[in-house]
T-cell receptor
Framework: GAVVSQHPSRVICKSGTSVKIECRSLDFQATTMFWYRQFPKQSLMLMATSNEGSKATYEQGVEKDKFLINHASLTLSTLTVTSAHPEDSSFYIC?????????FGQGTRLTVV | GENVEQHPSTLSVQEGDSAVIKCTYSDSASNYFPWYKQELGKRPQLIIDIRSNVGEKKDQRIAVTLNKTAKHFSLHITETQPEDSAVYFCAASTGRRALTFGSGTRLQVQP
């Protein structure tokens, strides 16, 4: 199957700083990637859709100025959490579709202290 | 948009018994219904999926059924084993769009 790689897998940052998470499709091109957030014991919730060469589209309630998404190539999308706060602590996971099947990155456990 | 409801939230079965998890969806345009197993801190792992042109699909101990008219689909695991213990999510999508996930079912298989 297709491979999607996400880094870092874990990150701890201080409140007020920014964190960048990378999502790469290793063996296929992805014009679209999705970013999800999962709080403990909850489901995966779509945050935004990353579109190669154009602006991301954000779900209702997700601050686009706080969660910056860049999809500069057909294999890389990045999510930057700016001015992180403890309530941003969560499991962030990307996925890329190939046909209708989704391929997930490993996820990033973000802890803001 | 799509809304997916999943039941039960927790399910405890004895080893060797069957487990059934049910989901309903709201968007009749949805045509792809995957099921995922997620272990703590890991990415969701696709265990089986079904498309809207099929009513049932089976893969060894796992089967999924889809009723398009009623807009519900179910996961059936037979001969459960302790290693089946995990959180299971159903999801729905249309084509290459984002998945909408159910709320999850924590399955515990008691040895």
């Amino acid at each position: 199957g297709a491979v999607v790689s996400q880094h870092p897998s874990r990150v701890i940052c201080k409140s007020g700083t920014s964190v960048k998470i990378e999502c790469r499709s290793l063996d296929f091109q992805a014009t679209t990637m999705f970013w999800y957030r999962q709080f403990p014991k909850q489901s995966l919730m779509l945050m935004a859709t990353s579109n190669e060469g154009s602006k991301a589209t954000y779900e209702q309630g997700v601050e686009k100025d706080k969660f910056l998404i860049n999809h500069a190539s057909l294999t890389l999308s990045t999510l930057t959490v700016t001015s992180a706060h403890p309530e941003d602590s969560s499991f962030y996971i990307c996925s890329a579709p190939r046909t209708d099947e989704a391929f997930f990155g490993q996820g990033t456990r973000l802890t803001v202290v | 948009g799509e809304n997916v409801e999943q039941h039960p939230s927790t399910l405890s079965v004895q080893e060797g018994d069957s487990a059934v998890i049910k989901c309903t969806y709201s968007d009749s345009a949805s045509n792809y219904f995957p099921w995922y197993k997620q272990e703590l801190g890991k990415r969701p792992q696709l265990i089986i999926d079904i498309r809207s042109n099929v009513g049932e699909k089976k893969d060894q101990r796992i089967a999924v059924t889809l009723n398009k008219t009623a807009k519900h689909f179910s996961l059936h695991i037979t001969e459960t084993q302790p290693e089946d213990s995990a959180v299971y999510f159903c999801a729905a999508s249309t084509g290459r769009r984002a998945l909408t996930f159910g709320s999850g079912t924590r399955l515990q298989v008691q040895p």
